[in-house]
């Protein structure tokens, strides 16, 4: 979304951090998720445990709104071990939220492009992955009314309802200003009550 490209394949470079000023202890997320990814950095497994367990639902989010349902399961583990193997190479760890959401809109590319989109099988779980994110009954009907919405609140309100992030870490995943989230959020939780009420709003 906004502008992101999607056709970098998995294996490729990672794009550069983002350049945007993020103060480092201005939001105590921020500075959770530096510590636990400097600690994983250097060999402690339970640091990218505990951040499997925070972000498994924003990659599992943004996979959701890109391809069924049923093999995003398979497809987080991947984003994740894929995470695991690369993180020396992310330059600033309070970049992390932004990184890994760029991994998931990779992996998604790949299983598009794939002739049969068959998915390789997962060797082992990354570190810590004891948490298997899957959608309540009520969370896959508001799923299903989330997949009717414009792409453009789409992605923004999966992450908030499904993957219970707050607008500093949507802003994050997505690359938009927290205030340009406030107004998809606003008005995308309006064209899904019209959904979910049975009415078109359109």
Known sequence: MGGMSLSAPMDGPFPEDSDRDEPP???PEVA?????????RDG??????????R???LAHGILLVRMPAADVPDLVQEVFLTAYR???QLRKPSSFVSW??????????DYHRSPDRHLEPVAK???????SPELTADGLAIFQALSRLPETYRETLTLRLVGGLSGAEISAATGLTEGSVRVNLCRGMKKLRARL???TDE
């Open 25 to 27: 202890g201005s939001d």
């Open 100 to 109: 890994l959401a760029t991994l998931a809109r990779r992996r998604a590319t």
């Open 197 to 199: 009420e049975g009415e």
């Open 55 to 57: 972000y498994a639902r």
């Open 125 to 131: 779980p990354p570190p810590g992955s004891s948490v």
């Open 44 to 53: 402690d497994r339970e640091a990218f445990g505990d951040l499997y367990r």
């Open 32 to 40: 959770w998720t530096v510590e636990r990814v400097e600690r994983a």
């Open 86 to 88: 690369k993180l020396h």
